[in-house]
């Protein structure tokens, strides 16, 4: 998103955060958090391409996450959202070729959601293809990222 705003935040003030009609002082802690972020891509080097390193750490958490929670019994309810998703995340896999690049199953889903925001975000069509994937996809990193919370405060118990 950043990128696609030429990582200038007043291109970003316009396109990404007056459409949330925030308040004056969330507005303006949203551009600082989006400044922060153009900072630390520059910093980085991954102005161009790439992830930020906190984003890539993240993303491991999250797969490490899915993985213990697809191996225990204690979540049918994950396990059901996932293989719902999973007919849609193999076919966006293979089109986006994510095997090659190195990319899983939870960063593919992602990417997915990110592609469906830019579109939404340049006022492009969105296929009825990918409106049918798009629900068990957010249904899926959804409860994901709610047991990531609970995991995150030790409330999420495996055994």
Known sequence: MIRSCELDIE???ERVVKPYRLS???????VEW??????MMRDEGVAENGHLQIHRNVMIKLSDLHQQLLASTKFPFYNGAYYKALPF???F???????KRGIGEVESCFEMLYQVMMLRLHKQEITEQTMKALEPIQNFISLLANYKEKDDVGELKFD
């Open 34 to 39: 989006l400044q922060d972020r153009i900072n």
């Open 11 to 13: 291109i970003l003030r």
């Open 89 to 91: 995340i193999v076919e």
């Open 24 to 30: 004056a002082e969330q507005e303006e802690a949203y």
């Open 93 to 99: 896999r293979a089109k986006s070729e994510a095997e």
